[in-house]
């Protein structure tokens, strides 16, 4: 058989570009490596099961008549599920496409040739089970026939693209089927769809809040009760020294660490307002995310959220400029980065806008308003000490009035104020709640947010729950 | 099949048993019924359905529930729902040799890839049986089977000599 010229990764940023709405899954193996980090609305499994891809996604696109679906499979994905495309052919739908990355071999278990390497033609099969649209795509040149293909043709397409078979470096996917299924479910129908039980919490404090020979906190102490972190970068506190210290401790528990931004406002706190220019805030959080951003590569943790701090949060709220500063210097910085706000303000609004994932937090130890607002804090009904009380807020809040919606949540305790003692009963109880009250499924959700510390839990292995945690490589395939 | 759980889409091997059905399936303007070519293809099917927000029944007989065994195992890992209605064979009456090995070994099937059951034998309670089945598939985001026995159904009977 002729090799094809064709690069697997050039093919498939070329049949992805200007994606539109298009969902799109993945078969087994190596097509699904190169794949998963580009965008959220993919789902890939892993076992023989890829191997059913095509009749998933004839599953998806009779459900979702409007969305054009389309799977990447290997060769041997669909050697394996021939009756699957003659139901497909049968069935006839506009909205299908499959694209079969053809390297003629099984790329996982050794290179051992497949049928199609001995002249197999899966696009005649498929002309013959009725295809209207069936081809083999070996030069370069095809590739943008084929991708508006994917966006304008109507009636199921296959196409056969021949690639090499090249030894690309990984990047391995998240392995954790409800975390795929649910940010799967959550790309046509929305995040309401994903199911409630599925929900997790992240129980998230401030931190690295001392600054040179003075100490805030005892983080050492802290860092073992929670999931989460966001980390002073010194506008309003935290030193260096402080911030390198704050990440290997995140390393060694496994927390989700992230930036805590401020106005530069070490003697105030960066609790009062500062009337900085939008620019100014741009810059201000794009530094901060910069520094710890870099801490953390050395500490070898990844950086995983922001949460804006005290009065430049609290300004965000209400002021659509500081909100829109924020928001675009974390966008800009990374838009993996998750970004955690209070509910019902221009935050969360200008963070949707831009589509940045945002993570809904709540304040055990604080009381709300009935429309979500937070209540000032200077209020003395506002502050909750009494533990039992806090723990009952923490649980409640999650389901009541819709205040977190369906995605992940963060608990934040706010260190430099709430007693350690607290928090120590607090996280006690938070991790038998999480055991046994609904927002909890069981060990299969442990990772559904590959952001959450994973509780230990009986027969899996420490390794094998952390290991989503890390993304290894980002290879950009366009929008 | 027309219930509260508002199931649009039926997947299906062909099955004597099920005719009824598979034809006011097929016949139902609200109603999608595809033919599969395997009972693997069936629950890839289901589940890429779910995603998109539609809910399916299965149908098929025992004998197929061997077939799809290694595919049953994503539903547990995802927590995907599914419900199949599983007609038996190989039981009660039954006249054919052929089928009592896998018939006899369905429930076994089942419950080691840790799908829910519940046989019916009682025409009586079919209706609930499959409303519950409906609820425990979706809302707890499980596979289940229901499998309706030869009794139920009444015994296949041979068309050449007994």
Known sequence: ?479 | MRSKARVSLVTLISDGEHRELIERAQADPEMKAVTLSTEEEGVALATGAWLGGTKTVMLMQSSCVGNCINVLSLLKTCQFPLLRLVTMRGEWGEFNPWQVTIGQATPAVLSTIDVLFQRVDDPEALAGEVEAALCLAYSTYSPVALPLSQKLLGAKVSRGKR
């Open chain 1, 1 to 479: 058989m002729s090799r094809s010229a064709l690069h697997r990764r050039t093919v498939m940023a070329r049949l992805l570009q200007d994606r539109g709405g298009l969902l799109v899954l993945t078969g087994l193996g190596t097509s699904t490596w190169r794949q998963f980090l580009t965008a959220r609305s993919i789902f890939r499994c892993g076992a023989r099961w890829a191997a059913r891809m095509a009749s998933f996604e004839l599953g998806l696109a009779l459900a979702q008549p409007e969305r054009r679906v389309m799977v990447f499979n290997g060769d041997g994905d669909m050697l394996m599920a021939l009756g699957s495309l003659s139901t497909i052919a049968v069935v006839r739908l506009a909205n299908l496409r499959l694209v079969v990355l053809d390297n003629e071999l099984y790329g996982e278990t050794g290179a051992q040739a497949t049928h199609t390497a001995a002249g197999v033609d899966l696009a005649s099969v498929a002309r013959a089970f009725g295809f209207p649209k069936a081809l083999t795509v070996t030069e370069d040149h095809q590739l943008e026939d084929l991708r508006r293909d994917l966006h304008t043709h109507q009636g199921p397409l296959l196409a056969m693209v021949k690639v090499t078979p090249s030894p690309d470096p990984m990047a391995l996917p998240p392995r954790e089927g409800t975390f795929l299924k649910n940010r799967m479910k959550a790309a046509p129908l929305g995040p309401e769809a994903i199911p409630r039980i599925n929900r997790t919490i992240d129980l998230n404090a401030d931190a690295g809040e001392s600054y040179g020979a003075w100490t805030l906190g005892d983080d050492a102490a802290l860092f073992p009760l929670l999931s989460s972190v966001n980390t002073a970068c010194g506008f309003h506190t935290g030193d260096p020294l402080t911030i390198h210290r704050a990440g290997a401790l995140a390393r060694e528990h496994h927390l989700g660490i992230g930036t805590h931004p401020s106005y530069p406002d070490l003697p105030g706190f960066g609790r009062r307002i500062l009337e900085a220019a939008p620019d100014q805030v741009y810059t201000d959080v794009l530094y901060q995310i910069s520094a710890l951003s870099g801490m953390c590569r050395v500490a070898g943790v990844p950086l995983r959220h922001v949460k804006a701090h005290g009065a430049l949060s609290t300004r965000a709220w209400t002021h659509a400029p500081t909100a829109a500063a924020i928001t675009q210097a974390t966008r800009d910085a990374d838009p993996w980065l998750l970004l955690i706000v209070l509910t019902a303000n221009l935050l969360e609004t200008e963070a949707r806008r831009l589509s940045l994932p945002v993570v809904l937090e709540t304040f055990p130890e604080r009381a709300y308003l009935c429309d979500g607002r937070l209540d000032l804090r200077s209020l003395p009904s506002s502050n909750i000490h009494d533990p039992q009380e806090a723990d009952r807020r923490a649980l409640l809040k999650p389901t009541d009035l819709r205040l977190m919606r369906l995605e992940p949540t963060s608990s934040t305790l706010s260190s430099s104020r709430t007693p350690l003692l607290v928090l120590q009963l607090f996280s006690v109880r938070f991790e038998h709640a999480l055991a046994n009250h609904a927002v909890h499924s069981g060990p299969n959700l442990i990772q559904e947010c590959n952001y959450r510390r994973p509780l230990r839990v009986k027969g899996l292995q420490p390794d094998r729950l952390h290991s989503h945690n890390w993304r290894v490589q980002r290879v950009d395939y366009g929008k």
